[in-house]
Protein backbone atom coordinates (compact mmCIF):
# COMPACT_ATOMS: atom_id res chain seq x y z
CA UNK A 1 0.00 0.00 0.00
CA UNK A 2 2.55 2.13 1.08
CA UNK A 3 5.18 2.09 -1.81
CA UNK A 4 2.08 2.90 -4.31
CA UNK A 5 1.07 5.40 -2.49
CA UNK A 6 4.97 6.68 -2.46
CA UNK A 7 5.49 6.15 -6.28
CA UNK A 8 1.75 7.55 -6.93
CA UNK A 9 2.73 11.01 -5.20
CA UNK A 10 6.07 11.19 -6.67
CA UNK A 11 4.66 10.79 -10.37
CA UNK A 12 1.95 13.28 -9.50
CA UNK A 13 4.92 15.71 -8.86
CA UNK A 14 7.06 14.94 -11.58
CA UNK A 15 4.10 15.97 -13.59
CA UNK A 16 3.12 18.79 -11.91
CA UNK A 17 7.31 19.61 -12.38
CA UNK A 18 7.11 18.92 -16.08
CA UNK A 19 3.61 21.18 -16.63
CA UNK A 20 5.47 23.96 -14.46
CA UNK A 21 8.82 23.82 -16.72
CA UNK A 22 6.36 23.69 -19.82
CA UNK A 23 4.90 26.80 -18.47
CA UNK A 24 8.27 28.78 -18.24
CA UNK A 25 9.64 27.45 -21.43
CA UNK A 26 6.65 29.78 -22.60
CA UNK A 27 7.65 32.85 -21.37
CA UNK A 28 11.43 32.31 -21.46
CA UNK A 29 11.96 34.06 -24.69
CA UNK A 30 9.75 36.93 -23.82
CA UNK A 31 12.02 37.99 -21.16
CA UNK A 32 15.38 36.90 -22.12
CA UNK A 33 14.54 38.66 -25.69
CA UNK A 34 13.61 41.74 -23.31
CA UNK A 35 16.22 41.64 -20.86
CA UNK A 36 18.97 41.13 -24.14
CA UNK A 37 17.89 44.07 -25.69
CA UNK A 38 17.73 46.01 -23.14
CA UNK A 39 21.55 45.36 -22.48
CA UNK A 40 22.67 46.06 -25.73
CA UNK A 41 20.28 48.81 -26.87
CA UNK A 42 20.81 51.11 -23.78
CA UNK A 43 24.39 52.12 -25.44
CA UNK A 44 21.88 53.38 -27.93
CA UNK A 45 19.05 54.74 -26.01
CA UNK A 46 19.27 57.95 -25.56
CA UNK A 47 17.46 61.24 -26.45
CA UNK A 48 18.99 62.10 -29.70
CA UNK A 49 18.10 58.13 -31.01
CA UNK A 50 14.15 59.43 -30.50
CA UNK A 51 14.39 62.90 -31.84
CA UNK A 52 16.80 62.76 -34.38
CA UNK A 53 17.24 61.50 -38.31
CA UNK A 54 19.85 58.35 -39.39
CA UNK A 55 23.12 59.63 -39.70
CA UNK A 56 25.63 58.89 -41.78
CA UNK A 57 28.45 56.36 -41.13
CA UNK A 58 30.53 57.34 -38.43
CA UNK A 59 29.16 60.36 -37.60
CA UNK A 60 28.26 60.47 -34.18
CA UNK A 61 24.43 60.55 -32.81
CA UNK A 62 21.70 59.95 -35.26
CA UNK A 63 18.49 58.37 -34.43
CA UNK A 64 15.39 57.03 -36.20
CA UNK A 65 12.51 59.63 -35.22
CA UNK A 66 12.08 59.60 -38.74
CA UNK A 67 11.11 55.96 -38.23
CA UNK A 68 8.81 56.13 -35.12
CA UNK A 69 6.51 59.22 -37.04
CA UNK A 70 6.83 56.85 -39.94
CA UNK A 71 5.31 53.97 -38.40
CA UNK A 72 2.35 55.82 -36.19
CA UNK A 73 1.77 57.13 -39.98
CA UNK A 74 1.32 53.43 -41.47
CA UNK A 75 -0.10 52.02 -38.09
CA UNK A 76 -3.40 55.34 -38.00
CA UNK A 77 -3.01 55.00 -42.07
CA UNK A 78 -4.12 51.25 -41.94
CA UNK A 79 -6.41 51.48 -39.07
CA UNK A 80 -8.26 54.46 -40.65
CA UNK A 81 -10.01 51.72 -42.76
CA UNK A 82 -9.09 48.60 -41.38
CA UNK A 83 -10.64 48.96 -37.63
CA UNK A 84 -14.59 49.98 -39.51
CA UNK A 85 -14.44 47.10 -42.61
CA UNK A 86 -13.38 44.59 -40.18
CA UNK A 87 -15.43 45.08 -37.57
CA UNK A 88 -18.80 45.79 -40.00
CA UNK A 89 -17.32 42.38 -41.48
CA UNK A 90 -17.77 40.47 -37.97
CA UNK A 91 -20.61 42.25 -37.02
CA UNK A 92 -21.81 40.53 -40.02
CA UNK A 93 -20.71 37.31 -39.73
CA UNK A 94 -21.47 36.98 -36.22
CA UNK A 95 -25.18 38.26 -36.48
CA UNK A 96 -26.08 37.54 -40.43
CA UNK A 97 -23.68 35.24 -41.59
CA UNK A 98 -25.58 31.92 -41.69
CA UNK A 99 -25.16 30.42 -45.61
CA UNK A 100 -22.49 29.51 -48.04
CA UNK A 101 -20.97 32.77 -48.08
CA UNK A 102 -19.93 33.29 -44.61
CA UNK A 103 -18.54 30.41 -44.31
CA UNK A 104 -16.15 31.29 -47.29
CA UNK A 105 -15.73 34.45 -45.32
CA UNK A 106 -14.48 33.25 -42.50
CA UNK A 107 -12.20 30.75 -44.21
CA UNK A 108 -10.72 33.33 -46.36
CA UNK A 109 -10.29 35.42 -42.69
CA UNK A 110 -8.59 32.52 -41.43
CA UNK A 111 -6.30 31.32 -44.53
CA UNK A 112 -5.09 35.38 -44.27
CA UNK A 113 -4.13 34.91 -40.85
CA UNK A 114 -1.97 32.27 -42.24
CA UNK A 115 -0.15 33.59 -45.37
CA UNK A 116 3.56 34.51 -44.63
CA UNK A 117 3.28 38.48 -44.57
CA UNK A 118 6.03 38.91 -47.42
CA UNK A 119 3.34 37.71 -49.59
CA UNK A 120 1.47 40.54 -48.49
CA UNK A 121 3.91 42.92 -48.98
CA UNK A 122 4.54 41.31 -52.28
CA UNK A 123 0.71 41.81 -53.66
CA UNK A 124 0.78 45.51 -52.27
CA UNK A 125 3.86 45.96 -54.46
CA UNK A 126 1.88 44.35 -57.83
CA UNK A 127 -1.58 46.43 -56.98
CA UNK A 128 -0.22 49.86 -55.24
CA UNK A 129 3.20 50.31 -56.21
CA UNK A 130 3.64 49.11 -59.68
CA UNK A 131 0.50 51.22 -60.92
CA UNK A 132 1.48 54.16 -59.01
CA UNK A 133 5.02 53.97 -60.01
CA UNK A 134 6.30 54.84 -56.76
CA UNK A 135 6.52 53.16 -53.15
CA UNK A 136 4.48 55.21 -50.93
CA UNK A 137 2.44 55.14 -46.90
CA UNK A 138 -0.52 54.06 -49.33
CA UNK A 139 0.86 50.94 -50.28
CA UNK A 140 2.59 50.10 -46.86
CA UNK A 141 -0.71 50.60 -45.02
CA UNK A 142 -2.70 48.61 -48.06
CA UNK A 143 -0.13 45.55 -47.78
CA UNK A 144 -0.95 45.70 -43.62
CA UNK A 145 -4.42 46.06 -43.65
CA UNK A 146 -4.50 42.63 -45.40
CA UNK A 147 -2.56 40.94 -42.11
CA UNK A 148 -4.93 43.11 -40.03
CA UNK A 149 -8.51 42.83 -41.45
CA UNK A 150 -8.43 38.94 -40.83
CA UNK A 151 -7.41 38.95 -37.18
CA UNK A 152 -9.98 41.77 -36.38
CA UNK A 153 -12.70 40.10 -38.45
CA UNK A 154 -12.31 37.05 -36.80
CA UNK A 155 -12.20 38.45 -33.20
CA UNK A 156 -15.18 41.06 -33.48
CA UNK A 157 -17.45 37.88 -34.62
CA UNK A 158 -16.19 35.82 -31.44
CA UNK A 159 -16.67 38.65 -28.95
CA UNK A 160 -19.92 39.60 -30.43
CA UNK A 161 -21.20 35.73 -30.21
CA UNK A 162 -20.27 35.88 -26.91
CA UNK A 163 -23.09 38.31 -26.05
CA UNK A 164 -26.29 36.33 -25.08
CA UNK A 165 -29.27 35.88 -27.19
CA UNK A 166 -31.29 37.75 -24.53
CA UNK A 167 -29.57 41.01 -25.20
CA UNK A 168 -30.32 40.81 -28.69
CA UNK A 169 -34.45 39.63 -27.59
CA UNK A 170 -34.80 42.62 -25.05
CA UNK A 171 -33.58 45.21 -27.40
CA UNK A 172 -35.79 43.91 -29.93
CA UNK A 173 -38.96 43.60 -27.67
CA UNK A 174 -38.67 47.25 -26.91
CA UNK A 175 -39.39 48.46 -30.66
CA UNK A 176 -35.54 48.73 -31.51
CA UNK A 177 -34.63 47.89 -34.97
CA UNK A 178 -32.63 45.03 -35.87
CA UNK A 179 -29.36 47.14 -37.23
CA UNK A 180 -29.55 49.68 -33.94
CA UNK A 181 -29.60 46.65 -31.74
CA UNK A 182 -26.68 45.58 -33.46
CA UNK A 183 -24.93 48.46 -33.31
CA UNK A 184 -25.73 50.63 -30.19
CA UNK A 185 -26.39 47.27 -28.01
CA UNK A 186 -24.57 44.37 -28.86
CA UNK A 187 -21.80 45.35 -30.12
CA UNK A 188 -21.33 47.45 -26.87
CA UNK A 189 -22.14 44.88 -24.77
CA UNK A 190 -19.04 43.31 -26.95
CA UNK A 191 -16.97 46.49 -26.82
CA UNK A 192 -13.75 45.54 -24.46
CA UNK A 193 -13.72 42.43 -26.41
CA UNK A 194 -13.88 44.01 -29.91
CA UNK A 195 -11.11 47.13 -28.58
CA UNK A 196 -8.97 44.04 -27.44
CA UNK A 197 -8.55 42.30 -30.34
CA UNK A 198 -7.90 45.46 -32.40
CA UNK A 199 -4.77 46.82 -30.17
CA UNK A 200 -3.48 43.49 -30.49
CA UNK A 201 -3.57 43.52 -33.69
CA UNK A 202 -2.43 46.65 -33.91
CA UNK A 203 0.46 45.35 -32.05
CA UNK A 204 1.11 43.19 -34.51
CA UNK A 205 1.22 44.73 -37.27
CA UNK A 206 3.53 47.61 -35.53
CA UNK A 207 6.18 45.65 -35.87
CA UNK A 208 6.01 44.30 -39.21
CA UNK A 209 9.10 44.07 -41.57
CA UNK A 210 8.16 41.99 -44.37
CA UNK A 211 5.39 43.72 -46.36
CA UNK A 212 6.68 47.44 -46.14
CA UNK A 213 10.11 46.18 -47.61
CA UNK A 214 8.41 46.57 -51.24
CA UNK A 215 5.60 49.10 -50.09
CA UNK A 216 6.69 51.58 -47.70
CA UNK A 217 10.69 50.99 -48.81
CA UNK A 218 11.92 52.92 -45.73
CA UNK A 219 13.75 56.61 -46.29
CA UNK A 220 16.27 58.38 -44.38
CA UNK A 221 14.53 61.47 -44.36
CA UNK A 222 11.44 62.90 -42.96
CA UNK A 223 8.17 62.94 -45.68
CA UNK A 224 5.31 63.90 -44.85
CA UNK A 225 3.36 62.91 -48.50
CA UNK A 226 1.65 60.01 -47.88
CA UNK A 227 2.37 58.81 -51.55
CA UNK A 228 5.99 58.98 -51.04
CA UNK A 229 8.39 56.42 -49.76
CA UNK A 230 8.22 56.53 -45.80
CA UNK A 231 10.20 55.38 -42.91
CA UNK A 232 9.17 52.62 -40.31
CA UNK A 233 10.86 51.41 -37.02
CA UNK A 234 11.28 47.37 -38.30
CA UNK A 235 12.64 48.81 -41.65
CA UNK A 236 15.53 51.06 -40.04
CA UNK A 237 15.91 48.28 -37.59
CA UNK A 238 16.83 46.27 -40.83
CA UNK A 239 18.71 48.33 -42.66
CA UNK A 240 20.88 49.29 -39.17
CA UNK A 241 21.13 45.50 -38.77
CA UNK A 242 22.55 44.17 -41.97
CA UNK A 243 25.13 46.73 -42.39
CA UNK A 244 28.65 46.59 -41.23
CA UNK A 245 28.72 49.34 -39.60
CA UNK A 246 29.61 48.42 -35.24
CA UNK A 247 27.69 51.46 -34.33
CA UNK A 248 24.44 50.92 -36.81
CA UNK A 249 24.76 47.52 -35.11
CA UNK A 250 24.08 49.29 -31.69
CA UNK A 251 21.55 51.91 -33.43
CA UNK A 252 19.64 48.44 -34.24
CA UNK A 253 19.32 47.13 -30.75
CA UNK A 254 18.17 50.55 -29.82
CA UNK A 255 15.52 50.96 -32.20
CA UNK A 256 14.52 47.09 -31.46
CA UNK A 257 13.74 48.27 -27.92
CA UNK A 258 11.73 50.99 -28.77
CA UNK A 259 9.56 48.61 -30.91
CA UNK A 260 9.27 45.49 -28.03
CA UNK A 261 8.60 48.87 -25.54
CA UNK A 262 5.66 50.43 -28.00
CA UNK A 263 4.23 46.50 -28.24
CA UNK A 264 4.68 45.60 -24.30
CA UNK A 265 2.59 49.26 -23.96
CA UNK A 266 -0.22 48.31 -26.41
CA UNK A 267 -0.47 44.69 -25.28
CA UNK A 268 -0.54 46.14 -21.58
CA UNK A 269 -3.36 48.48 -22.70
CA UNK A 270 -5.15 46.02 -24.68
CA UNK A 271 -5.20 43.66 -21.17
CA UNK A 272 -6.50 46.66 -19.05
CA UNK A 273 -9.59 47.06 -21.38
CA UNK A 274 -9.90 43.26 -21.72
CA UNK A 275 -10.20 42.94 -17.87
CA UNK A 276 -12.51 45.77 -17.63
CA UNK A 277 -15.71 44.02 -17.27
CA UNK A 278 -19.81 45.18 -16.89
CA UNK B 1 -65.82 44.02 -21.96
CA UNK B 2 -64.21 45.36 -24.99
CA UNK B 3 -61.25 43.04 -26.50
CA UNK B 4 -57.53 44.67 -27.41
CA UNK B 5 -56.81 41.14 -29.06
CA UNK B 6 -58.58 39.21 -30.73
CA UNK B 7 -56.99 35.41 -31.53
CA UNK B 8 -58.77 33.53 -34.24
CA UNK B 9 -57.29 30.23 -35.47
CA UNK B 10 -53.99 30.54 -34.67
CA UNK B 11 -51.25 27.71 -35.53
CA UNK B 12 -47.76 27.65 -35.50
CA UNK B 13 -44.76 25.62 -36.50
CA UNK B 14 -41.17 24.85 -35.82
CA UNK B 15 -40.24 23.16 -39.01
CA UNK B 16 -42.49 20.30 -39.12
CA UNK B 17 -43.26 20.16 -35.65
CA UNK B 18 -46.76 21.86 -35.02
CA UNK B 19 -46.32 23.61 -31.27
CA UNK B 20 -49.89 25.52 -31.87
CA UNK B 21 -53.43 24.23 -32.95
CA UNK B 22 -55.85 26.72 -34.12
CA UNK B 23 -55.43 29.00 -30.63
CA UNK B 24 -59.11 31.31 -30.22
CA UNK B 25 -59.12 33.89 -27.53
CA UNK B 26 -60.26 37.55 -26.60
CA UNK B 27 -58.06 39.55 -24.73
CA UNK B 28 -59.85 42.13 -22.47
CA UNK B 29 -58.79 45.87 -22.51
CA UNK B 30 -56.85 47.06 -19.13
CA UNK B 31 -57.40 43.46 -17.91
CA UNK B 32 -54.61 40.91 -16.72
CA UNK B 33 -54.97 37.12 -18.62
CA UNK B 34 -52.47 34.30 -17.26
CA UNK B 35 -51.76 31.86 -19.82
CA UNK B 36 -51.40 28.55 -17.62
CA UNK B 37 -50.38 25.31 -17.93
CA UNK B 38 -47.64 22.60 -17.80
CA UNK B 39 -44.01 23.18 -19.09
CA UNK B 40 -44.03 22.75 -23.21
CA UNK B 41 -47.83 23.25 -24.06
CA UNK B 42 -47.05 25.92 -26.31
CA UNK B 43 -47.56 29.02 -23.61
CA UNK B 44 -44.28 30.77 -24.65
CA UNK B 45 -44.73 30.20 -28.03
CA UNK B 46 -48.09 31.79 -27.74
CA UNK B 47 -47.36 34.98 -26.39
CA UNK B 48 -44.43 35.44 -28.62
CA UNK B 49 -46.83 35.17 -31.30
CA UNK B 50 -48.25 38.49 -29.75
CA UNK B 51 -45.18 40.51 -30.34
CA UNK B 52 -43.90 38.53 -34.05
CA UNK B 53 -40.52 37.95 -31.36
CA UNK B 54 -40.62 34.40 -33.49
CA UNK B 55 -40.04 36.41 -36.84
CA UNK B 56 -35.98 35.73 -36.19
CA UNK B 57 -36.41 32.07 -35.40
CA UNK B 58 -35.28 29.99 -38.39
CA UNK B 59 -38.14 27.21 -39.33
CA UNK B 60 -41.07 28.99 -37.62
CA UNK B 61 -44.64 29.33 -39.17
CA UNK B 62 -47.66 30.30 -38.56
CA UNK B 63 -51.38 30.78 -39.54
CA UNK B 64 -54.32 32.13 -38.44
CA UNK B 65 -54.80 36.05 -37.18
CA UNK B 66 -54.11 38.23 -34.35
CA UNK B 67 -55.94 41.06 -34.67
CA UNK B 68 -54.67 43.71 -31.98
CA UNK B 69 -57.63 46.82 -32.67
CA UNK B 70 -59.04 44.76 -35.40
CA UNK B 71 -55.82 44.93 -37.45
CA UNK B 72 -53.94 41.81 -38.34
CA UNK B 73 -50.46 41.81 -36.78
CA UNK B 74 -49.60 38.58 -39.08
CA UNK B 75 -49.75 40.41 -42.35
CA UNK B 76 -46.27 40.78 -44.16
CA UNK B 77 -47.23 44.54 -44.01
CA UNK B 78 -47.18 44.98 -40.66
CA UNK B 79 -43.90 46.24 -39.34
CA UNK B 80 -43.01 44.17 -36.18
CA UNK B 81 -41.03 47.26 -34.85
CA UNK B 82 -43.51 49.97 -34.59
CA UNK B 83 -45.67 46.23 -33.13
CA UNK B 84 -43.07 45.76 -30.31
CA UNK B 85 -43.63 49.35 -29.34
CA UNK B 86 -47.22 48.99 -28.92
CA UNK B 87 -46.37 45.14 -27.41
CA UNK B 88 -44.07 45.31 -25.08
CA UNK B 89 -42.39 42.31 -23.19
CA UNK B 90 -40.45 41.10 -19.75
CA UNK B 91 -38.74 37.88 -20.26
CA UNK B 92 -38.58 35.04 -17.62
CA UNK B 93 -34.75 35.66 -16.70
CA UNK B 94 -34.43 39.30 -15.82
CA UNK B 95 -31.83 40.62 -18.63
CA UNK B 96 -31.24 44.40 -18.22
CA UNK B 97 -28.81 45.56 -20.60
CA UNK B 98 -25.05 44.60 -19.70
CA UNK B 99 -22.23 47.84 -19.63
CA UNK B 100 -25.26 50.04 -18.91
CA UNK B 101 -26.75 52.00 -15.89
CA UNK B 102 -29.80 51.84 -14.05
CA UNK B 103 -30.69 55.38 -16.59
CA UNK B 104 -29.19 54.01 -19.36
CA UNK B 105 -31.05 51.02 -19.17
CA UNK B 106 -34.83 52.79 -18.90
CA UNK B 107 -33.62 55.49 -21.63
CA UNK B 108 -32.19 53.17 -24.27
CA UNK B 109 -35.23 52.31 -25.49
CA UNK B 110 -36.43 55.96 -26.22
CA UNK B 111 -33.12 56.82 -27.47
CA UNK B 112 -33.05 54.09 -30.14
CA UNK B 113 -36.66 54.79 -31.46
CA UNK B 114 -35.75 57.59 -33.44
CA UNK B 115 -38.32 59.80 -32.05
CA UNK B 116 -36.47 63.56 -31.18
CA UNK B 117 -36.48 63.95 -27.55
CA UNK B 118 -34.92 66.60 -25.06
CA UNK B 119 -32.34 65.44 -22.49
CA UNK B 120 -35.18 66.22 -19.36
CA UNK B 121 -37.77 64.82 -21.05
CA UNK B 122 -36.08 61.88 -21.47
CA UNK B 123 -35.09 62.28 -17.99
CA UNK B 124 -39.34 62.90 -16.78
CA UNK B 125 -40.42 59.27 -18.74
CA UNK B 126 -37.61 57.54 -17.19
CA UNK B 127 -38.24 58.80 -12.97
CA UNK B 128 -42.16 58.35 -14.57
CA UNK B 129 -40.98 54.70 -15.77
CA UNK B 130 -39.34 53.74 -12.50
CA UNK B 131 -42.02 54.77 -9.71
CA UNK B 132 -44.41 52.97 -12.32
CA UNK B 133 -42.04 49.79 -12.03
CA UNK B 134 -42.54 50.38 -8.29
CA UNK B 135 -38.48 50.77 -8.15
CA UNK B 136 -37.91 54.55 -8.22
CA UNK B 137 -37.06 54.62 -4.39
CA UNK B 138 -34.55 51.58 -4.66
CA UNK B 139 -32.74 52.96 -7.05
CA UNK B 140 -33.08 57.51 -7.62
CA UNK B 141 -29.69 57.99 -5.25
CA UNK B 142 -27.58 55.49 -7.62
CA UNK B 143 -28.87 55.83 -11.46
CA UNK B 144 -25.63 56.03 -12.68
CA UNK B 145 -24.98 52.22 -11.40
CA UNK B 146 -24.64 49.15 -13.36
CA UNK B 147 -28.25 47.69 -14.21
CA UNK B 148 -26.66 44.33 -13.39
CA UNK B 149 -25.15 45.13 -9.73
CA UNK B 150 -28.96 44.97 -8.69
CA UNK B 151 -30.74 42.71 -7.03
CA UNK B 152 -32.68 39.94 -9.00
CA UNK B 153 -36.14 41.41 -7.98
CA UNK B 154 -34.94 45.13 -8.62
CA UNK B 155 -33.56 43.72 -12.22
CA UNK B 156 -36.95 42.32 -13.12
CA UNK B 157 -38.29 45.48 -12.23
CA UNK B 158 -36.06 47.16 -13.90
CA UNK B 159 -36.70 45.47 -17.39
CA UNK B 160 -40.71 46.24 -16.65
CA UNK B 161 -39.67 49.78 -16.65
CA UNK B 162 -37.43 50.02 -19.79
CA UNK B 163 -40.69 48.41 -21.35
CA UNK B 164 -43.13 50.86 -19.98
CA UNK B 165 -40.37 53.24 -21.07
CA UNK B 166 -41.95 53.21 -24.88
CA UNK B 167 -45.28 53.42 -23.21
CA UNK B 168 -46.64 50.11 -25.18
CA UNK B 169 -50.28 49.52 -24.61
CA UNK B 170 -50.10 46.24 -23.93
CA UNK B 171 -47.46 44.42 -21.89
CA UNK B 172 -46.65 40.21 -22.05
CA UNK B 173 -44.54 39.06 -19.44
CA UNK B 174 -43.16 35.20 -19.67
CA UNK B 175 -43.00 33.73 -16.50
CA UNK B 176 -41.54 37.15 -15.21
CA UNK B 177 -41.48 35.18 -11.46
CA UNK B 178 -40.06 32.00 -12.27
CA UNK B 179 -36.50 33.26 -11.71
CA UNK B 180 -37.16 35.39 -8.20
CA UNK B 181 -37.52 34.73 -4.59
CA UNK B 182 -41.36 35.35 -3.02
CA UNK B 183 -40.41 38.40 -1.48
CA UNK B 184 -39.66 39.83 -4.89
CA UNK B 185 -42.29 37.64 -6.78
CA UNK B 186 -45.09 39.69 -5.05
CA UNK B 187 -43.95 42.67 -5.32
CA UNK B 188 -43.92 41.66 -9.26
CA UNK B 189 -47.55 40.53 -8.16
CA UNK B 190 -48.68 43.69 -6.88
CA UNK B 191 -47.23 45.29 -9.54
CA UNK B 192 -48.94 43.57 -12.39
CA UNK B 193 -52.59 44.63 -10.62
CA UNK B 194 -51.48 48.34 -10.46
CA UNK B 195 -50.33 48.32 -14.14
CA UNK B 196 -53.82 46.79 -15.08
CA UNK B 197 -55.30 50.00 -14.52
CA UNK B 198 -53.82 51.62 -17.24
CA UNK B 199 -52.10 48.33 -19.37
CA UNK B 200 -53.87 45.33 -20.88
CA UNK B 201 -51.40 42.32 -19.34
CA UNK B 202 -50.77 39.07 -20.48
CA UNK B 203 -48.91 36.57 -18.04
CA UNK B 204 -47.14 33.51 -18.96
CA UNK B 205 -47.10 31.29 -16.18
CA UNK B 206 -47.07 27.49 -14.82
CA UNK B 207 -48.19 28.02 -11.08
CA UNK B 208 -51.63 28.19 -10.84
CA UNK B 209 -51.59 29.50 -7.46
CA UNK B 210 -50.01 32.90 -9.00
CA UNK B 211 -52.36 32.54 -11.90
CA UNK B 212 -55.11 32.50 -9.50
CA UNK B 213 -54.01 35.52 -7.57
CA UNK B 214 -53.14 37.76 -10.15
CA UNK B 215 -55.95 37.35 -12.98
CA UNK B 216 -59.36 38.59 -14.17
CA UNK B 217 -59.07 35.63 -17.13
CA UNK B 218 -57.02 32.27 -17.54
CA UNK B 219 -56.31 30.71 -20.56
CA UNK B 220 -55.09 26.94 -19.87
CA UNK B 221 -53.19 25.02 -22.69
CA UNK B 222 -52.69 21.65 -22.89
CA UNK B 223 -50.18 20.53 -25.81
CA UNK B 224 -50.29 22.77 -28.47
CA UNK B 225 -54.18 23.53 -27.68
CA UNK B 226 -56.33 26.32 -26.07
CA UNK B 227 -58.33 23.56 -23.49
CA UNK B 228 -60.51 26.39 -21.89
CA UNK B 229 -60.35 29.97 -21.19
CA UNK B 230 -62.62 31.92 -19.09
CA UNK B 231 -62.80 34.50 -15.73
CA UNK B 232 -60.42 33.44 -12.81
CA UNK B 233 -63.19 32.83 -10.32
CA UNK B 234 -64.63 30.02 -12.67
CA UNK B 235 -61.59 28.42 -14.00
CA UNK B 236 -60.42 27.49 -10.37
CA UNK B 237 -63.98 26.43 -8.70
CA UNK B 238 -66.01 25.25 -11.84
CA UNK B 239 -63.62 24.28 -14.92
CA UNK B 240 -65.98 23.30 -17.59
CA UNK B 241 -63.33 20.59 -19.30
CA UNK B 242 -62.19 17.83 -17.46
CA UNK B 243 -58.45 18.11 -18.36
CA UNK B 244 -58.53 21.63 -16.53
CA UNK B 245 -60.10 20.21 -13.22
CA UNK B 246 -57.55 17.29 -13.69
CA UNK B 247 -54.75 19.92 -14.03
CA UNK B 248 -55.87 22.35 -11.32
CA UNK B 249 -56.53 19.55 -8.96
CA UNK B 250 -52.71 18.24 -9.26
CA UNK B 251 -53.60 15.33 -11.27
CA UNK B 252 -50.91 15.54 -13.71
CA UNK B 253 -48.63 18.25 -14.99
Known amino acids: METVSFRRKALDRCMKALFCVCAVLVILPLFVIFFDLVIKGAKELKPSLLIDLPHPVGEPGGGIANGIVGTIVITLLTMLWSVPTAVLCGIYLAEYGRGKFASAVRFAADTMTGVPSIIMGIFGYILLVVPMKRFSAWAGAAALSMIFIPVVVRTTEDMLRTVPHHVHEAALALGIERWKTILYIVVRTASSGILTGILLAMARILGETAPLLFTALGNQFWQTRLDQPIAAIPLQVFTYAISPYEDWHDKAWAGALVLIAMVLLISLTARFFGREKK | ?253
Open chain 2, 1 to 253: MESVLEVKGLSAWFGGHQVLTDIRMDVGRNSVTSVMGPSGCGKSTFIRCLNRMHDLTPGFRSTGEILLDGVNIQSERIDPVNLRRRVGMVFQQPNPFPRMSVFENVAVGLKLNGKKLTRASIAETVEKSLHMAALWNEVKDHLDRPGLSLSGGQQQRLCIARALAVEPEILLMDEPCSALDPVSTAKIEELIEDLSERYTIVVVTHNMQQAARISDSVAFFLLGELIEMDKSGKIFTNPSDKRTEEYITGRFG
